[in-house]
């Protein structure tokens, strides 16, 4: 495929793009407290345009002073950011990129501690059950308000920006006052279509007097707010075609407020195109470009989009975190280089929240872009045991940077847990990354032995100067369950791969992330399905826009939960459990009748044993007897996410 359509040029008013692949605003906590941009900041935005991304849109930059919603949050209601900005638009200008930037009011959806103020909206309506209750804003502040999109759009136009986008999404200030769920004014900004949309009328009218058409000015707005009573999509198509009749130069259609942010933030089993209707429908009511954006990761139905006329341009969010050359790479047909996002919200969506900086479980370098990947002063003969996520990572990096590396992985398959974390429904596109790996492992040079268990005896004869052990976790295995040894027990990774055999009706034994993946994997499957956790809820453990779609599959095939269980013994047909929400209660209470039970209670470190409180890494501490290094990633150090594991392997292959 020649994605000829997505690296066609276009014109969005006075700004000329040289294709149509976009990165989207997104919050990265890159920025310095004082509001100005970092080094980082620069660093991040150039990767992008290196990559040949041809628009490229700065994160949400607070436009009033008072409305900050967290530490890290650029700034342009004052002149201190312009020259930081500078540096930002030279480096992306110099790589042929345009600059976008996103000029936003928290409005109700921010904070007031970090603001330093109290938030203000349409109306005096809490975003969310414990999110601080704003002020309407008075009438005569308003148009205070509307100023102060005029004066950040003049700063953002010294500071080399060819477009602005006004933020009219997701539940913020602009998008308070359109709304008829969250507008319940009586002023000249409440009431009817018209008055509900004047805030947005003005703002636009302000933005292009203020700017005189030297960039363009753009409007980031929802396809649906997703809300009974809120905007629905028709109600959408009005307001795009009302936003062209207002001077906008171009849409950006986004999706939903944040009471329904599994669909800003669409996890792994939401692909690409979700909301491609929606959008098309917005297209067919106005003449100005429109970008789409929700879930792209691969470029072919974003090729259809722009092909069929549904949409003029289409943003890569979170796959620009995952791998800024992505067009590149389209460009040159190598989509087998490409990194892709996996949609797990463990590092972007996450420390966005947390005010961390933004990092990725497939993409180690994001954030880290400034560093590079210096050469290794001495080139050494690193030994990689187990060909894991961690493992494929470290033997990569270090490759690139010029060591002589060999992979060790002890079965017939490449990647891990993680490989196996593809399997439960929704979550195939795991598979991407693991080949990914592999394929970086590959094309790097890297030295790759399939079925070998590294041994001691082999290091004392091969006498490497490094090893990193990432040699992953087992199935969790509490002894203190009577009957867990039971051969009849079916693991929860051999449930998985198929190679046991599970009857119809099934008992998971623990209701985390892992068994509750499990079971929906079997309930799918047509298996009747139980599961049975010692806490009060099923898959506390797993992100929210994940659970969301996780327990919608539970009432769907009707499984089972049995919660604040503890289990004493395990049978071939069941479990006997107490009541871990009540210690007193004595009673020894009994799920059985199953026909197969699955253990999928979690992971433990493999090669290593408790002393006490303390963990000893038995295999690591023979080694260091016989190796100068030996590093310890991933799961070998102890059963966590894939995160910890790529970052760790990242930090232990730029110190060799």
């Not at 004047?198 to 707010?225: C, D, H, Q, Y």
């Not at 629905?232 to 407020?257: Q, T």
Request: glycine share 10%; aromatic share 6%.
């Amino acid at each position: 495929m020649k994605f000829k359509n997505m690296f066609s040029p276009i014109q969005i008013g006075p700004m000329t793009v040289k294709n149509r692949f976009v990165v989207p605003p997104m919050g990265n906590n890159f920025a310095n407290t004082d509001g100005t941009w970092s080094d980082e900041s620069v660093a991040y935005y150039a990767e992008r345009a290196k990559g040949q991304f041809g628009l490229i849109t700065i994160e949400a930059t607070v436009v009033h002073k008072g409305a900050k919603g967290g530490p890290r949050k650029p700034c342009l209601y004052d002149d201190n950011s312009i020259e930081s900005l500078k540096k930002i638009t030279d480096a992306c200008h110099a790589e042929g990129a345009k600059i976008s930037i996103q000029l936003q009011n928290a409005g109700p959806e921010g904070n007031a501690k970090n603001a330093g103020a109290p938030i203000q909206a349409a109306t005096a309506i809490a975003a969310a059950d414990g999110r601080d209750i704003p002020e309407a804003v008075p009438t005569e502040q308003v148009y205070e308000l509307i100023k102060g999109y005029g004066d950040a759009a003049v700063r953002a136009m010294k500071g080399g920006a060819d477009a602005v986008e006004i933020h009219m999404a997701h539940g913020y200030l602009v998008n308070s006052f359109m709304s008829p769920r969250t507008n319940k004014r009586v002023d000249e900004f409440g009431g009817n279509f018209e008055n509900r949309m004047r805030f947005s009328r003005l703002i636009v009218e302000e933005v292009k007097k203020r700017t005189e058409g030297k960039i363009a000015v753009l409007a980031r707005i929802n396809s649906t707010e997703d809300m009974f009573g809120g905007l629905d999509n028709h109600d959408m198509c009005a307001i795009a075609s009302y936003l062209e009749d207002c001077g906008v130069d171009g849409l950006h259609v986004s999706r939903a407020v944040h009471l329904k942010d599994e669909y800003m933030w669409a996890p792994t089993g939401i692909h690409g195109g979700f909301s491609a209707e929606l959008v098309a429908n917005i297209k067919n009511c106005v003449s100005v470009p429109v970008i789409t954006v929700g879930r792209y990761t691969e470029p072919q139905f974003a090729e259809q989009m722009v092909k069929l006329g549904k949409a003029d341009l289409v943003a890569f969010g979170r796959q620009s975190l995952a791998d800024p050359h992505t067009p590149e790479k389209a460009q040159e047909e190598r989509l087998e280089d490409m990194t892709p996002c996996i949609a797990c919200l463990q590092g972007c969506v996450a420390n966005m929240y947390a005010g961390k900086p933004l990092c990725c479980l497939v993409n180690p370098v994001l954030g880290r872009e400034a560093e590079g990947l210096p050469k290794a002063e001495k080139a050494k003969k690193v030994y990689v045991i187990g060909g894991g996520v961690a493992g494929m990572c470290a033997a990569f990096t270090a490759k690139r940077r010029g060591h002589d590396v060999t992979l060790f992985e002890a079965t017939d398959k490449l990647g891990g847990n993680m490989r196996l974390a593809a399997y439960p429904p929704g979550k195939g596109d795991i598979t991407g990354m693991i080949r990914s790996y592999i394929v970086k492992c590959e094309k790097a040079g890297v030295n790759i032995k399939m079925n070998t268990k590294v041994t001691a005896q082999m290091l004392k004869e091969d006498t490497p100067d490094a090893v990193i052990l990432a040699t992953g976790s087992e199935t969790l295995v509490l002894p203190f369950i009577k009957g867990i040894h039971n051969p009849d027990i079916v693991y929860g990774v051999d449930c998985l791969e198929g190679t046991r055999p599970i009857g119809h009706k099934v008992l998971v034994v623990g209701g985390g992330m892992v068994g509750a993946e499990t079971a929906d994997f079997l309930a799918e499957q047509g298996h009747e399905v139980s599961v049975i956790e010692m806490r009060d809820a099923i898959g506390p453990d797993v992100i929210h826009e994940h659970r969301i779609f996780l327990m919608e599959a539970f009432e769907k095939y009707g499984i089972e939960q049995i919660t604040s269980a503890a289990v004493s013994e395990i049978f071939s047909d069941g479990v006997s459990y107490k009541n871990a929400a009540d210690k007193s209660d004595e009673t020894i209470y009994e799920a059985r009748g199953f026909d197969t039970v699955v253990l999928s209670m979690g992971f433990s470190s493999r090669y290593t044993h408790r002393d006490g409180q303390n963990v000893v890494y038995d295999f690591a501490d023979e080694l260091k007897d016989i190796v100068p290094e030996v590093h310890v990633v991933g799961d070998a150090v102890r059963a966590r996410r894939a995160l910890d594991a790529t970052k760790e392997a990242y930090d232990v292959a730029l110190k060799l």
